[in-house]
Every structure is written in structure tokens, then in C-alpha cells.
């Protein structure tokens, strides 16, 4: 089989322009490139079929498909950017041609030599999501003020989870948080009265491209 080079190449699944449904960005019209790849399995997964699909795409190619939509947000999401080799390029590339760049990334890989420019949305993950073992503390000093870290949340334990991790790090003065309900088995009203009653300096979300569209819906 031939190799394949990959340098100045990332392997993508999709690339799609749709409005932000996530985040403290949600509601704004954004292209996503969603890389392919993730050494993760969470349980609440809805990007599955990104763990293998995609194409090697150089970064010139990338760049001719995104200047067709009107806008010059991009989020870099996945699978898992982070685990693509030329990532910290492809981020400099993108920053280089003008846009303002989203990443969203698991936090099981490094984020040091990110960019400081690039708006990171970091996963610490839950118990429920049984990939909690996996989450790199570490990364919580290459977040910024700007930066924000977000919780899935499925059930109870994961919210007492959540709080406990946003007290021990001091969360709520690093950075944005973001709090979320597993779609379609975490109760979005409970969750909110959890959050009240805490008394969380955080942000309750849904992911609302999954209430535009139906949550099977791919590349919106």
C-alpha cells in the first residue's frame, strides 16, 4: 500500500457551514471542519461516524472549500483535532488567512503549543461518559480567560463530579464553563435547578442544532 504523505495534510471527515449550535458562540452563522480520528469512546458519543471516515486534504484545498461560504468563523472539531499531527500548522494556517478559529477538543491530548489565539472549548469528561480516566488536568494552565472548559452531563454523579473538579481547579475564575445535558436522556430542567441551587458561576447549554434539526441530522 502507498503511504501517504501528510505533511501540510490533516484527515477530515466533513467540512459544512451551519450556525454555531454549542458554546458561548451558539447562534452565529460558522464553517465546521470536522477532522476524523478519536482515540476516545465515550458512552453519549454523537460523532461516531468520524472515528474512521475522511480524506487526507492538503491546507491549500482546505482553505479553497471553507472561502466559499460567507463567513470567517471556523470551528476545527472532530473526532479529535489534537490527534492530528500537523494540527498546530494547519491552526497557525488558518489564523494566518484571517479567521477567527473555535477548537474544540476532548482534552485527552496536550494543548501547550496551541496558539493563543485560538478559542479552545475544552471536554473534561464525566464518569457517566466512562472516559473520565482519561482527562489531561494538565491542559487546565494552557487555558486562557477567553477559553472555555464544558461538562457533559448525564446524571447526578456527573454534575457532583463536575462541581467538584470546577472547585478544585478554580474553574469559575479561569474561564468560560458550559454545562450540558446528555440529548435525550438527561432532564434539561433538572440539570438547570442543580445548576441554580449550586449557586454555578456557569452556562447551562443545549445543543441547539439538534432542536433546528432532527439530532441524526449530519452535517449541520
Known sequence: M???????????????????????HVGRPCIFIRTSGCKLRCSWCDTSHAFYEGDWLSFDQILKEISNF??????????????????????????ANNYEVLMETGGHVSLKDVPAQIHKIMDIKCPASKMDRKNNFSNIEALNSGDEVKFVIQDRADFDYAVEVIQKYKLEQKCELLLSPVHGVMEAQTLVEWMLNQGLNARFQLQMHKYVWSAETRGV
Request: glycine fraction near 6%; aromatic fraction near 8%; charge should be negative.
Open 2 to 24: 502507498k503511504e501517504i504523505d501528510t505533511s501540510d495534510r490533516i484527515k477530515v471527515h466533513e467540512i459544512y457551514f451551519s450556525v454555531q449550535g454549542e458554546s458561548s
Open 70 to 95: 460567507p463567513s470567517k468563523l471556523v470551528e476545527v472539531t472532530g473526532g479529535e483535532p489534537m490527534e492530528q499531527a500537523e494540527i498546530i500548522p494547519f491552526l497557525n494556517f488558518l489564523l
